[in-house]
């Protein structure tokens, strides 16, 4: 989505401004043209020549040198942007932006443009954290800028914490799902509602064991992230993975039955969809040890308690929400399915067949059969899960517009 995409790049005074190369570097590969401004202390940091070299275009430092005198450099890369982007974005640039301030080439574009604009801060972990910078930081999220929150870790000053530049990488996919999201605005589900269960639960016998299953996740995680680039306000809540939280997502870690139930329930009353893919544990252990249990002789049988159903207590609390449930089956997919679609009172519900190959946990690929309250059949064959989970929302979609009040 960066092809031909015009990004103005704005680098300010920190030393993580030689990241700023490299970004340049990565959103022209990318297929962007990009256009860099540099303030006067970055360039004590990387010189004008190294972007010039990078980007293939002029580099701006001075809101009085004027190239072209038909021109005001500073309106014309404003007017040309199609998105601006500070990286690495000092407590003193955010400062100016979020209090209108504009004293250099950087801060008068920045104030001139209507693209919209992107902050990536970088600074040291107790100025991060300074009150002032929070509070212009939020300030800037009010106005409508999008923060590209800095990472944790070893900074330059040799303190550890929060303050250190997100990846060129981060911030290439930030403004590739950016675009992406605003083409698919026209989707029914833009500021929708939505509440996705993922991955596995782990039910504690002790300290050292438990119970859990094969899920991985994929498939919720990339229904999370597909319905956040069709518009919609999505919160996942997730189960064990190794999976990194997508971006732009709310994310709640749970572990236990318990835990998927009590996040699930919360969020359910303002939800507008809820797609419970999760493979929650039905059963967990009777008895919890708080010390890890020693092995004896013979055998050890574990009394097993069952879980709260929380597709049953969200299908009998059911007011304006659409409700997806997955059913994973081995055998009698489609009675199997159609009955937990009836007795819990669902919309859709996803089945699978997890002993065909392509098709169960842990993979990339899945095959499902998608069911319909209004008795719609849609057979989805084996694809990547994001593809899959493109079309099951296509499907709910297509189910709301159906089933709107006449």
């Known amino acids: 989505m960066l092809k031909d995409k015009k990004i103005v790049l704005g680098v300010s005074g920190g030393i993580a401004a030689y990241k700023a190369a490299a970004l340049t570097s990565k959103l022209v590969q990318a297929g962007a043209?990009?256009?860099?401004?540099?303030?006067?202390?970055?360039?004590?940091?990387?010189?004008?020549l190294t972007f010039q070299a990078l980007s293939r275009e002029p580099v701006?430092?001075?809101?009085?040198?004027?190239?072209?005198?038909?021109?005001?450099?500073?309106?014309e890369l404003a007017d040309w942007a199609d998105a601006m982007?500070?990286?690495?974005?000092?407590?003193n640039i955010i400062g100016k932006l979020a209090n209108g301030l504009a004293d250099d080439m950087l801060s008068t574009t920045l104030l001139a443009t209507k693209a919209p604009i992107f902050v990536a801060p970088a600074m040291n972990v107790n100025m991060y954290?300074?009150?002032?910078?929070?509070?212009?930081?939020?300030?800037?999220?009010e106005d409508g800028v999008e923060i590209i929150d800095a990472n944790a870790g070893y900074l330059a000053c040799g303190w550890i914490g929060k303050g250190r530049l997100a990846e060129p990488e981060e911030i290439v996919t930030f403004l590739d799902l950016f675009f992406i999201r605003k083409e698919r605005m026209n989707s029914s589900l833009r500021g929708k509602k939505v509440v996705i269960s993922a991955g596995p639960t782990q039910e504690k016998i002790d300290p050292v064991r438990y119970f859990t299953n094969h899920s991985s996740g994929k498939m919720g995680y990339a229904i999370a992230h597909a319905a956040y680039l069709r518009g919609a306000e999505v919160t996942l809540v997730s189960g064990p993975t190794n999976l990194m939280a997508p971006v732009g997502i709310k994310t709640i870690h749970i572990e236990s039955a318990k835990e998927m139930y009590e996040a699930v329930t919360s969020l359910y009353d303002e939800a507008d969809i809820v797609i419970k893919s999760a493979a929650v544990a039905d059963y967990r252990p009777?008895?919890?040890?708080?010390?890890?249990?020693?092995?004896?002789?013979?055998?050890?049988?574990?009394?097993?308690?069952?879980?709260k159903d929380i597709?049953?207590?969200?299908?009998?609390?059911?007011?304006?929400?659409?409700?997806?449930g997955f059913a994973a089956e081995t055998e009698n997919i489609e009675q199997n399915a159609l009955g937990k679609l009836e007795r819990k009172h669902l919309d859709l519900i996803v089945a699978n067949d997890?002993?065909?190959?392509?098709?169960?946990?842990?993979g990339d690929t899945?095959?499902?059969?998608?069911?319909?309250?209004?008795?719609?059949?849609?057979?989805?064959?084996?694809?990547?899960?994001?593809?899959?989970?493109?079309t099951l929302l296509n499907e709910i979609e297509k189910y709301e517009q159906r089933n709107l009040p006449l």
């Open 366 to 390: 899945n095959e499902v059969i998608i069911y319909t309250k209004d008795a719609q059949v849609i057979k989805v064959p084996k694809a990547q899960k994001s593809e899959v989970a493109d």
């Open 129 to 141: 954290e300074h009150q002032a910078v929070q509070r212009n930081m939020q300030q800037l999220v």
């Open 33 to 48: 043209k990009v256009k860099v401004i540099l303030t006067e202390s970055a360039t004590q940091f990387v010189t004008p």
């Open 311 to 324: 597709l049953a207590t969200l299908g009998a609390r059911k007011q304006k929400q659409i409700l997806v």
């Open 60 to 75: 701006y430092t001075n809101t009085f040198v004027e190239p072209d005198p038909n021109k005001i450099a500073h309106i």
């Open 286 to 307: 009777a008895v919890t040890y708080t010390q890890k249990r020693k092995k004896e002789p013979g055998a050890w049988a574990i009394e097993m308690d069952r879980t």
């Open 354 to 362: 997890i002993s065909q190959e392509g098709a169960g946990f842990k």
């Open 85 to 91: 982007v500070i990286a690495p974005a000092t407590a």
